[in-house]
């Protein structure tokens, strides 16, 4: 195998990971900023209350929208 700076190494095919006496030091991974896999809300625009999977905040006005728009 060629290595970036150009020079070769044997490497054995079967070998099951690195060589022992060549194990490189690695630094720990830094704490991921969102575990889950969504960041959390800025604090300014969080929702005190979430509301349920498909529903809205404007669920409240839609019956008087709809009432004085279509004539009931």
């Known amino acids: 195998m060629m290595k970036g700076d150009g020079s070769r190494e044997e490497v054995d095919l079967g070998a099951t990971g690195p060589r022992q006496d060549e ?4 630094d720990p991974l830094p704490e ?3 575990p889950m896999g ?7 625009t969080a929702d005190e209350v979430e509301p349920a999977p498909g529903a809205s905040q404007l669920d409240d006005m839609l019956p ?8 009931q």
Do not use: C, I, N
């Open 23 to 26: 194990r490189p030091e690695q």
């Open 64 to 71: 008087g929208l709809l009432g004085e728009e279509f004539g």
């Open 32 to 34: 991921p900023l969102a």
């Open 38 to 44: 969504a960041p959390s809300d800025h604090e300014a």
